[in-house]
Structures are given as structure tokens and as C-alpha cells.
């Protein structure tokens, strides 16, 4: 049986990312809270324009991030 040099491996796999969703991670819990305006981009699809309810910027990325954990890029346009 050869080894060392000769025998050269990579093993290479996708990450089963799940998004965590629920009331406070992906979602607000003020029906009230505004819309925003984001886009998500993915590594091998078309981005993707949709609103997410949150009371702030900050709040809008951290849904966003939750909803999508697998995309590339995630860009908060403001509110609706």
C-alpha cells in the first residue's frame, strides 16, 4: 500500500445551514413596527427584493441574517 506523496485528498461538502426562525430571531413581534426594503443575494441564484418587519436598521439585518443564513450578501435599502 503507497502513501505519503503519491495519494493526495480532498474532501470537499456543503454546510447544511438552517435559518433560525422565530418570533424575535426572524420576525418582529410589533405588528406595528415599519417595513423595510432589503435584498438578499445568493452565491448561485438571482437576489431576491422583499420587506422584513423590524423596529430598526439594526433589527431588519439581524432578521434578515436569521432568515438567510446561507446568502452572500444582505443590503437594507430603508423603510417602506
Known sequence: MK??????YVLTWAEDVRPVVGEGLSRS?????????ITVEFER??????????????????????????????TIHGKQ
Do not use: C, Q, V
Open 29 to 37: 413581534s410589533n405588528p406595528k413596527a415599519p417595513l423595510w426594503e
Open 45 to 74: 441564484t438571482p437576489r431576491m427584493k422583499t420587506t422584513i418587519r423590524a423596529a430598526n436598521k439594526a433589527e431588519a439585518k439581524k432578521f434578515a441574517t436569521n432568515r438567510h443564513p446561507d446568502a452572500k450578501r444582505i
Open 3 to 8: 502513501r505519503g506523496k503519491d495519494y493526495n
